[in-house]
Structures are given as C-alpha cells and as structure tokens.
C-alpha cells in the first residue's frame, strides 16, 4: 500500500537546524512532485517548499527562502528538507506531500518539530 513516512522531527533550540526526511513506498516516487507542508497549532496547513519530479526545479515560502532545501533522492524514494536557522514559531507538525498530474495525492502522518529553548 501507499506509505509516506516522515522522519527527522524532534526538540531544537532557536536558531538550530534539522533534517527531515520522507520515505515513500507503494507508487512510482519518481512519478510524483513533493512537497513540504506544516501546520501550527490552530493555524492553517501552509506550503514550505516543493520541489518537481526530476528534483530540477525548487520553490520555497518566502518565510522560508535562505534557510530551507528540499531535495531528493528518487534511487532512495525520498525526498528531505535540511532546515536551518529555525525560529520558535516555525514549531509546528511538517507533512511530506506527492501529486502527480492529474491530482493523485498522498499524504504522510507528520512530524513534530518543536523550536525552543
């Protein structure tokens, strides 16, 4: 069946990083556009980053831009977010994303990243 499976999440201090990471199974990864997604305690889902099929075209938030890299490893079914220099109020659940064209979606559970000191 169809697995999104994020990783990575966890406690850091203000301006630290994090790596996350999304392993997909059970569709073509290399099909499917991906993106990066969070949501904060009573706010709205919102679009961090995304990033094409072919890993050739990237686009960011602009809370975002300069601190965050979405990449992918289509050999490995994966696609990371490297975040750097995180702020408290980026403290949210982050949601990996696939579409492909046509609008087949998949969604993974979440993970908790908590920015605090």
């Known amino acids: 069946q169809v697995q999104l499976v994020e990783s990575g999440g966890g406690l850091v201090q203000p301006g630290g990083s994090l790596r996350l990471s999304c392993a997909a199974s059970?569709?073509?990864?290399?099909?499917?556009?991906m993106s990066w997604y969070r949501q904060a305690p009573g706010k709205e889902r919102e679009l961090v980053a995304f990033i094409t099929s072919t890993g050739g075209s990237t686009n960011y938030a602009d809370s975002v831009k300069g601190r965050f890299t979405i990449s992918r490893d289509n050999s490995k079914n994966t696609v990371y977010l490297q975040m750097n220099s995180l702020k408290p109020e980026e403290t949210a659940v982050y949601y990996c994303?696939?579409?492909?064209?046509?609008?087949?979606?998949?969604w993974g559970q979440g993970t908790q990243v908590t920015v605090s000191s």
């Open positions: 994303k696939a579409v492909r064209r046509g609008g087949v979606t998949y």
């Open positions: 059970g569709f073509t990864f290399s099909n499917y556009a």
